[in-house]
C-alpha cells in the first residue's frame, strides 16, 4: 500500500495503528501553525503506511508528492483516467445484459483500484484534488467522476479499502489519541449554505442523496404546518428542488431569514458530518468515538448535541430530524415573536446607506464590534442609553439601552450587542468616535490599542441570545414535546456555550430530556464563546489521558470554511486555535503559535472555500 507522501507537522497528527504494528492509519491531518501555513483539507482517508517504500510510478527520486512536484503530468493521467471510467459508466448504464454488465463492473473495479493505488496512493480523491493548480470547478467535477465511477461499480465508496477504524475506536471504548474535538458554526457567519449543500449533493451524491432528499420532505412538511407557517415560507422550503434547479432557488434575503437559515446551517453541518465518516468507512457513532469533546457557536451547539448521541446510521437520521425540527421552530418563532414586536421595522434609508458607507454592512438587530475592550464598550453603551432617555444606573456592569444587551463575548476584544437596529445604528456612531480618536492618537504617535476597531452588523433577522425574543421559548417547547435527545446518550462532553459547562452534567430543571435546554441556550441564554473553547479543551485533555503532547484538534464542520467559526477560534488565547488561512493578529497569533493547536475545516479546499 502507499507510504504516507509528506510527514505531517509534529503533534499534528493522530496515529491509528492496527493490532499488528505494521500500518499506521492517519485519517486527520492537521495544519502547521505556522503564518505561512495553508489548508490540508477534508474528509482525509486512512493513509495506509507500511515498512516498505512503495514507489509511485509518477513520482521522480526525490520527490515528496507527485501532485506537487508533477503537477501537469499528474492532472493529466488523471483526467485521461477518470475520462476512461467515465467511458465505462456509460456503457454499464447503456446495457441490458447481466452478464455484460458483470464484466463493465469488473473491468472498472479494477481501475479505480489502480487510480486509487497508484495514483492517488490511496487518499482521498478531494484531500488529493485540492492541491491541484486547477478550478474550483474542475476539481469538484474530478470528484463527481470518481465518485460516480465507484458507485458504477456497485461498490460503497467507503468500503474498498479496509476497514478504517482501529482497536479502541468502537463504542464504549475510549481512545488513546491526541484531543480533537468537533465544533459546529451559528448565525451571522459568512456563507452560503445553499451552495455548500450543492457541492456537497454534486460531489458526493451517492453517500448523501437519501439524506438530503428525507431532510428536504421535513423541511418542506414542516414549513406547510398551518397558516401561520405558511406566512413565513412564502416561496417553500423545498431544499431538493433549490439543489437540483438553483434557478428556483429565493433570493438572499428568504434564505438568511431565522426561519430558513436555521435550519439551512444544521443541515449543511449533519450533511457533511455524514460524508466525514462515510469518506472514513465509519458509523457516527465510530467517528464520535474518536473525539474527545464537541461544542456548538450559537445554534451550532444543537448540531453538537446531535452527533453525540448517534452511534449507529439509523439514530444518527433521527438525531438529524430531531436537530433539524428543533432548528426549523427556532428560527420559525424567533422571527414570530421579533416581528410581533415591532423588532422588523425597517430602518430609514439614510441610515442604511451611511452605514454601508463605512463598511458596517446593512444595520440588523445584532451588532459584531472587534477592537474594544469591554469596559471602553460599555462606556459606548452608556452613551447611547443616554441618548435613547435612559438614565445610567450603577449596579449592573452590562447596563445598556433598552433592548442593547451584550449577548456574544467571542474573546477579550470581541463582542456581539443584539438590539433592535436602529439603536444598533446609534451605538455605532458611538464606536465611529473611539475610532476616530484611536486614529487621532496613532497619527500623533501616542502608543494605544494595537488592534484595529471594526463593528459590521451580522447579516441575520432576529436577535438571537436575547431577551428581547424569550418568549419564543415556550412556543418552540411546545411545537416539539413530543421529541427528545437524552442526557444519558450523549457519548462525549457536549459543552454549553452560556456557562462553558458540560450538557450531559447540567440538569435543566431535574429533566433528562436536554432540549429545552438547548432551545433556551440558542434562544435567550449570552454566549462565551472564549470560556466555552477553554473548558472544551480542557474536557479534550482529561479524555485523551495518554496523549503526547497538549495540542488540541479542532474539527471545524461549518458552515463557512475559513469564514466560518474557524475565524472566531483564532481568538481565544487559551485555546490558541488558528484557522486555516494566514493571520496577522500580533497577540493572538504569538500564543497560538506557542501553544499550537489548530482547527481543522472540514470539507474546504485548499484556499479554505467550501
Not at 416581528?339 to 458596517?360: K, R, T
Not at 459606548?380 to 439601552?401: E, S, V
Not at 490558541?576 to 497560538?592: M, P, Q, V
Request: overall charge negative; charged content about 20%.
Amino acid at each position: 500500500m502507499a507510504r504516507l507522501d509528506t510527514p505531517p507537522p509534529e503533534g499534528g497528527e493522530i496515529p491509528l495503528t492496527e493490532s499488528d504494528g505494521t500500518r499506521t492509519r492517519r485519517w486527520i491531518t492537521s495544519v502547521s501553525t505556522r503564518r505561512d501555513a495553508k489548508l490540508q483539507p477534508v474528509f482525509d482517508k486512512p493513509d495506509n503506511s507500511e515498512s516498505e517504500t512503495h514507489q509511485d510510478p509518477i513520482t521522480p527520486p526525490g520527490s515528496t508528492s507527485p501532485w506537487i512536484d508533477n503537477d501537469v503530468e499528474f492532472i493529466a493521467l488523471l483526467r485521461r483516467a477518470l475520462r476512461d471510467c467515465d467511458q465505462r459508466c456509460h456503457s454499464i448504464g447503456s446495457t441490458n445484459s447481466e452478464t455484460e454488465v458483470s464484466c463493465q463492473q469488473a473491468a472498472l473495479r479494477t481501475l479505480m483500484t489502480e487510480i486509487d493505488d497508484d495514483l492517488l496512493l490511496n487518499r482521498d480523491i478531494r484531500t488529493v484534488t485540492s492541491t491541484l493548480s486547477i478550478p474550483d470547478e474542475e476539481k469538484a467535477n474530478i470528484v463527481q467522476l470518481y465518485c460516480n465511477a465507484w458507485r458504477a461499480t456497485n461498490v460503497d465508496i467507503a468500503a474498498q479499502h479496509d476497514a478504517m477504524v482501529p482497536m479502541g475506536a468502537h463504542e464504549g471504548q475510549p481512545h488513546d489519541t491526541a484531543s480533537t474535538c468537533a465544533v459546529f458554526g451559528g448565525q451571522g457567519l459568512r456563507c452560503d449554505c445553499l451552495q455548500e449543500l450543492r457541492d456537497m449533493a454534486r460531489n458526493y451524491a451517492t453517500l448523501v442523496e437519501d439524506l438530503l432528499r428525507d431532510s428536504s420532505r421535513l423541511l418542506a412538511g414542516l414549513s406547510a404546518t398551518d397558516a401561520t407557517t405558511r406566512q413565513y415560507f412564502r416561496q417553500g422550503f423545498d431544499v431538493a428542488s433549490w439543489l437540483e434547479h438553483p434557478e428556483q432557488a429565493p433570493d438572499d434575503q428568504y434564505l438568511r431569514a431565522a426561519p430558513v437559515s436555521a435550519p439551512l446551517i444544521g443541515l449543511v453541518q449533519l450533511t457533511r458530518y455524514a460524508i466525514a465518516c462515510k469518506t472514513l468507512g465509519v458509523t457516527p457513532g465510530q467517528f464520535c468515538a474518536q473525539l474527545s469533546a464537541t461544542t456548538g457557536h450559537s445554534q451550532g451547539i444543537i448540531t453538537a448535541a446531535a452527533i453525540a448521541s448517534a452511534t449507529d446510521w439509523p439514530s444518527y437520521h433521527q438525531a438529524m430530524q430531531t436537530a433539524l425540527t428543533t432548528l426549523f421552530w427556532i428560527g420559525m418563532r424567533t422571527q414570530q415573536v421579533w416581528n410581533s414586536a415591532g423588532g422588523c421595522s425597517p430602518v430609514s434609508a439614510a441610515m442604511q446607506q451611511d452605514a454601508l458607507d463605512h463598511d458596517e454592512r446593512a444595520p440588523s438587530p445584532m451588532l459584531n464590534i472587534k477592537g474594544l475592550t469591554r469596559a471602553a464598550l460599555q462606556e459606548c453603551l452608556h452613551a447611547t442609553n443616554r441618548y435613547l432617555g435612559t438614565p445610567r444606573t450603577g449596579g449592573d456592569k452590562d447596563q445598556a439601552a433598552p433592548g442593547l444587551k451584550i449577548c456574544m463575548v467571542n474573546g477579550p476584544r470581541h463582542f456581539v450587542v443584539s438590539g433592535r437596529p436602529h439603536h444598533l445604528y446609534g451605538l455605532n456612531l458611538q464606536i465611529r468616535k473611539v475610532k476616530r480618536l484611536q486614529a487621532h492618537g496613532e497619527a500623533r504617535g501616542q502608543a494605544g490599542n494595537t488592534l484595529a476597531i471594526t463593528s459590521k452588523f451580522l447579516d441575520v433577522s432576529v436577535p438571537f441570545h436575547s431577551t428581547a425574543v424569550a418568549a419564543a421559548v415556550a412556543l418552540v417547547l411546545r411545537d416539539i414535546e413530543n421529541l427528545h435527545l437524552l442526557r444519558a446518550a450523549l457519548r462525549i462532553p457536549v459543552i454549553g456555550p452560556e456557562e462553558a459547562a458540560d450538557l450531559r452534567a447540567s440538569p435543566y430543571d431535574g429533566a433528562n430530556n436536554v432540549l429545552p435546554q438547548l432551545v433556551k441556550l440558542v434562544v435567550s441564554k449570552t454566549v462565551d464563546w472564549d470560556m466555552t473553547l477553554q473548558v472544551t479543551r480542557q474536557q479534550s485533555a482529561m479524555s485523551a489521558p495518554k496523549q503526547q503532547d497538549e495540542s488540541t484538534l479542532m474539527l471545524d464542520f461549518g458552515p463557512g470554511g475559513v469564514h466560518g467559526i474557524s475565524s472566531l477560534l483564532k481568538g481565544s488565547t487559551a485555546s490558541n486555535a488558528l484557522g486555516a488561512h494566514n493571520y496577522t493578529g500580533l497577540e493572538d497569533d504569538e500564543a497560538i503559535a506557542q501553544q499550537g493547536m489548530t482547527a481543522f475545516i472540514v470539507g474546504a479546499w485548499s484556499d479554505g472555500k467550501p
